[in-house]
């Protein structure tokens, strides 16, 4: 089946510093990445859409230059959370969609940040 | 807008059946998806709907009626690892997925 990893899976910073959060399709291409941030006991929220080789869509209310995305291949975006602040302390998860698929996502484990 | 409506939280006894409703309006529709969720994982994939009807797969079933605007999880012999959020997706017009606030099952034993 078609796997997703996401690396690191926990990551305690100090505010004002930057963390990186790989994800991985391993076994399958994928043009297409999402980037979702999910709060205690609330649902996924879509960041932004990541297309391989092009600058990734963000969601209305997410800033660009504080959440950096790059989408370099076809099994590799990363999200870069810049001068991380506490209110940053969140679980992000990515998914990615198989290129010959039904559009289905998969996800990855997801990476638990928090910022002291 | 665009908007999912689940239930926020339900609790069913172990051996028993469960039905989460999903309705939905969005622009276009390509598609629904449920998906669960244990607390402090990432989702994984139940199923699909993008055609009338019901979908069966194991103790899981998933029913779409798109003139509704409806969806259900059905859950059958419920266990005890079944207690997870279930998080019903539509996808748009513009194949962008629309995610509920997913629905906390409990189960009693």
């Known amino acids: 089946g078609a796997v997703v990893s996401q690396h690191p899976s926990r990551v305690i910073c100090k505010s004002g510093t930057s963390v990186k959060i790989e994800c991985r399709s391993l076994d399958f291409q994928a043009t297409t990445m999402f980037w979702y941030r999910q709060f205690p006991k609330k649902s996924l929220m879509l960041m932004a859409t990541?297309?391989?080789?092009?600058?990734?869509?963000?969601e209305q209310g997410v800033e660009k230059d504080k959440f950096l995305i790059n989408h370099a291949s076809l099994t590799l975006s990363t999200l870069t959370v810049t001068s991380a602040h506490p209110e940053d302390s969140s679980f992000y998860i990515c998914?990615?969609?198989?290129?010959?698929?039904?559009?289905?996502?998969?996800f990855g484990p997801g990476t638990r940040l928090t910022v002291t | 807008g665009q908007n999912i409506d689940q239930p926020t939280e339900m609790t069913a006894t172990e051996g028993a059946i469960v039905q989460i409703n999903c309705t939905y309006q969005t622009s276009g529709f390509n598609g629904l998806f449920w998906y669960q969720q244990h607390a402090g994982e990432a989702p994984t994939f139940l199923s699909y709907?993008?055609l009338d009807g019901l979908e069966e797969k194991g103790r899981f079933s998933s029913f779409l009626s798109r003139s509704k605007g409806y969806s259900y999880l059905l859950l059958k012999e419920l266990q005890m690892k079944d207690s997870a959020s279930y998080l019903c997706?539509?996808?748009?017009?513009?194949?962008?997925?629309?995610w509920g606030a997913g629905t906390k099952l409990i189960i009693k034993p």
């Open positions: 990541s297309n391989e080789g092009s600058k990734a869509t963000y």
């Open positions: 998914s990615a969609r198989d290129s010959g698929d039904s559009y289905e996502q998969y």
């Open positions: 997706a539509v996808m748009d017009s513009n194949y962008q997925s629309i």
């Open positions: 709907n993008v």
